[in-house]
């Protein structure tokens, strides 16, 4: 074991899901290693303990797997679970972490981040109840990175990941696993594989696209004992730059899919996942299901799913995401909550029995099988969903929409401008906010503005500055947030919300619906002038 000496870098501070850097800031000489100390260092519990520890396969992947084995050997973990390749979905590490009752995990992706040798890079350390680690904790491990004068790692040759087998380095056990089984069992406890098989039986035509990332493998395995043809599984193979594009399931990024799904003959149903497997997108014949409806519409029908047939406790929804599974969780007579954007913050809630399922407009969804959003669990749902109701995603959608009334919603991504144009924007809107109550835009006259703080109802910690909201007496709404996912610039996010109830129009178009929402969002924060652009760069 060898005590190398190290000096602290700046910025090492994880933002909504880890820490996010471009692979260039990763791959000098000790970035990686201080922050792997650092996490060793803030989780005690690590030491003499099991580590989960996978990636989604992006360029450096493999490298950064051997040096936290050597790493995790010097600092006394006990034991290491590594996927196949050093492959392991989110998802699956959570699975994993909790299955075998691991002390915590690590994951390497930058998610829907672009990855390749000039893309990004990331790491999150996920907690013992299978979760992304508390802000206590990504805090303590920050701190930690400011102060580090040194860092533990043992001279050994690297592992052979592509066996599955048993080894050690020195005293530690290291063990290389299938990166699909644990995950798919779970998948296959929780639902109706017969009757999704049946599906595809009677001719219900199908396309997933794995974006050349992580969810190829578990999509072949699971999806093929479905009986889904690969020919349906599209991008499929992962790639260390993905193929060059953006692992990010939206209509700019899996074009391929939204083409497929909006052409005259197109599939019944799509599907995407993200770079690490936790996001989802659900799509009919030309029909892209928002992640808020999604949500709101596998909390109305999860009672119809084996895994979920004894009802839904409670439910939760990041901020800016939709009220509309707040309006299924008033009809069901179950609490529902309102969290800051990040998973992290369902934790707690999870943990404590007072929901079974939460997500969020990023394109997450997912339940307490888990405690990561979910990718594949979400499209197996609404897979179930299609197959016991016997409707098409269509009108599964539509019915929905009759019932519970519209929540026209879409974000509006300015990305990559400079970071004091985005908080301008952000300070403009927040120097405001006393003063906007009451006053009249058009037919919208303006009822609350705030900046939302959460109280944790579980621990009561507090979490403040997590994004400015502007309702209207309509109920509509709009909400101003930076992303903490990016690594070049600011992302300034506008969230657009309008309420049609099921009497209403309900096949508007989306954007035109929410055309008044955005121009006095537009208005209010100078935001052409501000950030000098003429329109969002991405929206979804
Ligand atoms: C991460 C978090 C999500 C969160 C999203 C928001 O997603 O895990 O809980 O909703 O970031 O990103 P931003 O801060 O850019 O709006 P992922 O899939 O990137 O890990």
Redesign the pocket.
Known sequence: MTVIKTTPFEGQKP????L?KTVKTFTQPNYLENFVQAIFDCVPELRGSLLVLGGDGRFYNDKAIHIILRMAAANGVARVLVGQNGILS?PAVSALIRKYDAAGGIIL?????PGGPNGDFGI?FNSANGG?APESVTNAIYARTQIIDNYEILSAQDVDLSALAKTKMSEMDIEIIDSVRDYQEMMEMLFDFSAISNLFKSGMTFCFDAMHAVTGPYAKSIFGKLGVPDTSLINAVPLADFGGGHPDPNPVYAKALFEKMFSEDGPDFGAAS???G??NIVLGRKLYVSPSDSLAIIAANAHLVPGYNAGVKGIAR?M?TSRAADLVAEKLGVPYFETP?????FGNLLDDGQITLCG?????ASSDHIR??DGLWAILMWLNIVAARRQSVVDIVNAHWKEYGRNYYSRHDYEEIENTKAESVMQGLRDQLDDLPGKVFGAETISEATSFTYKDPVDGSTSENQGLMVKFESGSRFVF??????TVGA?L?LYLEKYEPGDGKLDGDLQETLAPIAKIAAEITKLNALTGRVGPTTIS
């Open positions: 933002g909504t899901s880890g996010r989110t992706s930058a998610s829907h981040n999150k992304p993200d770079g690490d936790d996001r990041s800016p954007t990040g998973w992290k913050f969020e407009e990023s394109a997450g990561e959003k947030r930076l992303s903490g996912t990016g992302t996010r």
